[in-house]
């Protein structure tokens, strides 16, 4: 690792932040996304059959052993850790409180010659969830997906996960699902499983909105599908800035660059300072603590994205950041509330020391799924918002109508619609058109 200078390396630097998720996708995984989405459209669930034991290694017996059954639910009680059980229900309600704390209001105004206007929320009524399997089972998604869906009112919440090597779901999946009122699970991963939520099979319902994290080939199959069903984002690897002074703490830094750097070969931490000797200090913390941790194999590869940038001010290092638009962005300076107004792109903004992001990633409240590869310059975490829809309300009066109907006819003449027009002149001229 080594420090770059914001005023001498500028070309490196701009090489290294080029994070357009276009820029990480492979032609021939496309391909072949396209071929799996394809033949699940055209095939249902024994294109899911198919393609669980291809990719999976498991061989179902039949398209009812795709659906999660009621004991199976009940019985992962048996087989997680009591002392886990307790933490996970305490970070349920940490994120169930937070995502009530949103407010989306219908509300109607009345306005002159009786004119109503307004807007009504509607919960979309199924909702689509990926976790994905691998390398540990990713309770703290079930939660951070499932909840705030229920919290907005959508009626029935579908999760998606591929199955192990025996047929089964991580009991801790089941656990966290059932905690989160997840009404179906289904063992099925991978494009595979994005394809069926969208376009719905025999089995597995069609939903409205599809959300959750998941490898290359999730995120190019939400893509494709992205018309047939709504989603969340289009997700690239995990990112984590953090800005810090002369203050700041080189252990606490390391430790939650290499938080990030664990997740993905792909992941990028980057420190922007303006202090010199922090840096080296945080670049000998990163190289002491990465020796005891267990994903060595991950580190190998995401420490050469770790990235240390040296600012002459802390104007610049803002302005580098928003540049950069991470996922995660953690302030380590004397003051970070007075420069919160100055952060315009952030997944999410972790304020003060002891606020790591793992803080953010299971317990705190708000949504991990998180927009990252610069598209929090216009995604938002995910919350209630997203499993929300509304509709304008619109109701004038004759009087009204008579008011402002020649404006409006004007309008619909001058875009060649004469049958607009037509439909306030009738209006208009009532008695005549349509004699009693």
Request: charged share 25%.
């Amino acid at each position: 690792m080594e420090i770059l200078k914001f005023w001498e390396d500028k070309e490196r630097i701009e090489r290294i932040l080029d994070r357009s998720n276009i820029n990480l996708i492979d032609e021939e995984i496309k391909q072949k996304v396209e071929e799996i989405v394809s033949e699940v459209q055209k095939s249902g669930d024994g294109a899911l059959l198919k393609y669980i034991e291809l990719f999976d290694g498991v061989k179902l017996s039949s398209f009812e052993d795709l659906k999660v059954k009621p004991n199976e639910l009940d019985e992962a009680y048996n087989l997680v850790n009591k002392e886990f059980l307790g933490s996970l229900e305490l970070a349920a309600d940490n994120i169930s409180n937070f995502h009530k704390h949103r407010s989306f209001d219908s509300w109607r105004c009345p306005y002159e010659d009786g004119v109503i206007l307004g807007q009504c929320y509607r919960p979309i009524e199924c909702a689509g969830i990926y976790i994905p399997g691998g390398r540990a089972p990713y309770v703290s998604t079930v939660l951070m997906t499932a909840i705030p869906a229920k919290v907005a009112g959508v009626k029935k919440i579908i999760l998606c996960t591929p199955p192990n090597k025996d047929g089964q779901v991580n009991p801790y999946i089941l656990v966290a699902a059932k905690l989160s009122k997840v009404d179906e699970v289904y063992k099925v991963g991978g494009a595979q499983a994005i394809a069926a939520l969208a376009f719905g099979t025999l089995t597995i319902p069609k939903v409205d909105k599809i959300v959750g994290p998941g490898n290359i080939y999730v995120t190019l199959a939400k893509r494709i599908v992205f018309g047939y069903a709504s989603i969340d984002m289009v997700a690239g690897p995990t990112e984590v800035v953090i800005i810090a002074d002369e203050c700041g703490n080189p252990k606490f830094i390391a430790a939650d660059l290499l938080s990030q750097a664990e997740h993905d070969p792909l992941s990028l931490a980057i420190l922007i300072t303006s202090s010199s000797d922090l840096a080296n200090f945080v670049i000998k913390e990163v190289e002491s603590q990465s020796k005891a941790l267990s994903h060595q194999e991950i580190l190998k590869h995401s420490l050469k994205n770790l990235t240390v940038i040296l600012t002459k001010t802390l104007k610049e290092a803002i302005n580098l950041s928003n540049q950069i638009a991470p996922e995660h962005l953690e302030l380590h300076i004397k003051d970070p509330w007075e420069i919160l107004e100055d952060i315009a792109h952030a997944g999410a903004i972790f304020i003060g020391e002891y606020s790591p992001e793992s803080v953010g990633d299971y317990f705190a409240g708000p949504s991990h799924v998180l927009p990252t590869c610069k598209s929090a310059r216009f995604f938002s975490p995910l919350g209630v918002e997203d499993f929300l829809k509304r509709s304008s309300i619109i109701s004038y009066t004759k009087q009204a109508l008579t008011k402002w109907g020649k404006e409006i006819i004007n309008l619909a003449n001058l875009e060649g619609f004469d049958a607009h027009a037509n439909a306030v002149k009738v209006r208009l001229n009532e008695e005549a058109t349509n004699p009693a």
